[in-house]
């Protein structure tokens, strides 16, 4: 836990730590483990049918789609046969149906992963970033292209490590970007520590201060290509396309390799702050991560998909990893802050934190009162980029991110119910 | 199922830098020690008996109000306590129990708690209750009478009083060293120059108070006297000395940095800074007051709201929609 500094009048500085050069090499293989659980977002009520059912057999790189004409889809990590099929709610309402598969052959498994044809429709689920299709798709709107080549939370490595160690493969996936997608530029972000590995990729290489929150698309957007997403917007929307470095180096191995992505990188954050990089299929279990790692949890630790920041955290050790999970924080029952119920006491360091001169202080006090509409004419909840640091700083440890968020939520189908009455 | 162990859930982030409203009370008390000690060095047992009841006091109606409106209790928070004790610092050595209970009354039930509890306040609560006794029981805040039986090796007519009713020679009678070393008369925290000048830089490197308001406050007081020295320096004292004397310091560091009747933006903090300032001179210069630092902040209090909304534009709200 990093601590307020002693002389404590300016912004949070909480830097990006660097991998350490002689840890680089080492990322943990989790060897293919005998249940995985996929998720896969869904439109269906409970009761539909279904064109997967529990009992069918499935092979590793098999898309798996809810209906037979469905356009979303998942990719089959293993080769096994599906043990269940459960609906759940996930974060801001969103409805999943999960998928778990009992592993068969841990032999085939590891084999069978060869694209059968076009390898661009098996890129629909990349670990890193899963909506790359729809960047894909999008022909002529993207104008540019921001590889980043830096992780977005605190003590996370993936992409560093990425650009660090296989800067060869990404020069092929920048390549394939630039013919597929028709973008005019492509640019890399990164740390200075791995500027010049960065540089070998042919990418257009723009170094940024590993300050938390720079590596966040609109911040990137604001320092380096000198342009503000209108709030409320996405990078997408103004011809700005993100993609992680692990998604380009996906992108290359089924491109060049042939090989159908089902690993997921993701550092894993103990107790003591240290970290450990591992490779594991996607959807293993966290449990099976944490014991390859010796990491034992009790009951009220807590456990984060993700970063300190941005993470959310998930009540089992049963949960899956998935596409987007880059890391798995741990904390210990004496680590953890709570928030308090406390009103705001209007102290002003969340107005001095964020990095979108949000005026938070006024802004947690309309959202207190479930004024959403207010919140985002006149108090800019819009324009929050959703890093966190209001909450970080928040003397009278108010769930600052938590109102915003919900507020964010809120507002979304406050204007969904009215498009559906006007 | 219930043998499984389960996790705490909550929502990102899962740091945090460890500041806590407490915390902030205890450095504000712990800035605050060094004038309080020297009052108490000076002014002996009644001073300690000030300061004491007036912290406890304020505790005491903090929790009252606490049962009564059914809300959590917060006296954890230190909140109350450094109203007390900020109350107590303003105050004479003799001050009579029966003010400190009334005053430290008016702070915490109506200056703070009918609005909401801490954050909720629009005014300065400390600053709230002795406005309402300086206009209720003048004679209690006259320095020159509450004092009248210590006698120091010092000038003891309040510098303030001798300023207001004999002109600027009075300010001979004090030297700029003499002041800032507390050989004054005045409230019990509020004349050690030195210890609370201290006492503001601590808070003010560790980031508990704004630099900006209490900066600007200083130079407000500093030019506004400034002015009205070359105007006639007969009759206004000099920039020095209005800085040393009366609550300025006081103000500076303590009274006008309350967090929630103080802006929050960079340039609203300048301005509410050096307007406190300009109207606490204007108020000792040419008001009915001898001290202006009270009514000059409250007033600043009431146009806090106003200011705060001078602020940068949001990310993404860019000029479209000016």
């Not at chain 1, 060869?168 to 005019?184: I, M, Q």
């Not at chain 2, 109506?110 to 005014?123: A, E, R, S, V």
Request: a negative charge; proline letters at 5%.
């Amino acid at each position: 836990m990093i601590k307020r500094p002693f002389f404590g009048s300016g912004k949070p500085n909480l830097k990006y730590s660097a991998v350490e050069v002689q840890k680089q090499d080492i990322v943990k293989e989790i060897p293919i483990p005998d249940k995985i659980t996929l998720s896969l977002e869904d439109p269906y009520g409970m009761d539909e049918e279904l064109s997967i059912r529990v009992g069918n057999k499935v092979k590793t790189g098999q898309k798996l789609k809810l209906k037979e004409d469905d356009k979303s889809y998942i990719i089959s990590s293993v080769t096994g046969t599906i043990a269940g099929i459960f609906q759940y709610d996930g974060y801001l309402g969103k409805t999943y149906r999960s998928i778990s598969i009992d592993t068969i052959d841990k032999e085939k498994s590891g084999t069978e992963r060869s694209v059968p044809g076009n390898a661009g429709e098996y890129l629909g689920h990349l670990p890193g970033k899963p909506d790359l299709a729809s960047l894909l798709d999008s022909r002529s709107i993207l104008n540019t292209i921001i590889i980043n080549g830096a992780d977005k939370d605190l003590l996370v490595g993936i992409n560093q490590l990425i650009v660090r160690t296989k800067f060869e493969n990404l020069k092929s996936g920048v390549e394939y970007l630039r013919d597929s997608t028709g973008a005019s530029k492509i640019m890399m972000v990164v740390g200075p520590d791995i500027s010049s590995q960065a540089e070998k990729t042919g990418a257009d290489v723009k170094v940024i201060k590993p300050v938390y929150p720079n590596t966040l698309p609109e911040i990137i957007m604001k320092n380096i290509l000198g342009v503000e997403v209108p709030a409320g917007r996405s990078c997408e929307e103004v011809g700005i396309g993100f993609l992680n470095a692990e998604v380009v180096l996906a992108i290359a191995e089924a491109v060049i390799d042939r090989q159908i992505p089902v690993n997921k990188m993701l550092t894993v954050i103990k107790k003591d702050y240290t970290t450990v990089n591992v490779r594991a299929r996607i959807g293993t279990h966290i449990k099976e991560i944490l014991d390859a790692l010796d990491i034992e949890m009790h009951h009220g630790d807590r456990l984060v998909l993700g970063g300190p920041m941005m993470g959310h955290t998930v009540y089992s050790e049963d949960m899956p990893i998935a596409w987007d999970t880059d890391a798995i924080m741990v904390q210990d029952k004496n680590q953890i802050i709570l928030s308090s119920e406390s009103e705001c006491i209007n102290c002003g360091e969340c107005v001095r934190a964020c990095p979108a001169k949000v005026p938070v202080n006024m802004l947690v006090r309309v959202l207190e009162n479930d004024l959403y509409e207010e919140a985002v004419g006149e108090y800019d909840l819009l324009s929050c980029i959703e890093c966190g640091l209001c909450s970080y700083v928040c003397t009278a440890h108010i769930p600052v991110f938590h109102y915003i968020m919900l507020g964010k939520y809120e507002f979304a189908r406050i204007e969904s119910m009215e498009e559906i009455n006007a | 199922m219930l043998n499984q162990k389960l996790f705490v859930g909550s929502h990102a982030p899962y740091w945090h830098d460890r500041t806590s409203i407490s915390g902030k009370s205890y450095h504000i008390m712990l800035a605050a020690l060094p004038a309080a000690v020297f009052g108490i060095y000076q002014y002996g047992m009644p001073a300690i008996g000030v300061l004491a009841f007036s912290t406890a006091c304020a505790m005491i109606w903090e929790l009252i109000m606490n049962i009564l409106m059914k809300r959590p209790v917060s006296i954890g928070d230190g909140n109350a306590a450094v109203i007390g004790l900020l109350f107590g610092m303003l105050l004479p050595a003799t001050a009579p129990w029966w003010v400190v209970l009334v005053g430290t009354f008016v702070a915490v039930v109506i200056g703070k708690q009918i609005f909401g509890g801490i954050g909720c306040n629009p005014l300065n609560p400390v600053l709230v209750s002795i406005a309402v006794i300086m206009l209720s029981w003048e004679s209690l805040l006259d320095f020159n009478a509450m004092l009248v039986n210590y006698d120091f090796d010092f000038n003891m007519i309040y510098p303030l009083a001798a300023v207001k009713g004999f002109g600027a020679s009075a300010t001979e009678n004090y030297t700029a060293c003499e002041l800032l070393m507390g050989q004054q008369s005045g409230g019990i925290g509020a004349t050690f120059g030195l210890g609370l000048i201290v006492g503001g830089l601590y808070l003010m490197v560790r980031g508990y108070i704004r630099w900006e308001i209490s900066l600007t406050f200083l130079a407000g007081v500093f030019v506004t006297a400034l002015l009205f020295n070359v105007s006639d320096p007969d009759k206004y004292a000099g920039p020095v000395f209005h800085l040393l004397t009366g609550y300025t310091l006081i103000g500076a560091f303590f009274l006008a940095t309350e967090d929630s009747s103080s802006p929050v933006n960079f340039i609203p903090m300048l301005i509410y800074g050096a307007f406190a300032g300009i109207l606490a001179v204007l108020i000792r210069n040419i008001g009915a007051f001898v001290d202006g630092v009270v009514f000059a902040i409250l007033m600043m209090n009431v146009a806090n709201p106003l200011l705060d909304k001078i602020r940068p534009k949001a990310m993404g709200k860019g000029t479209k929609h000016a």
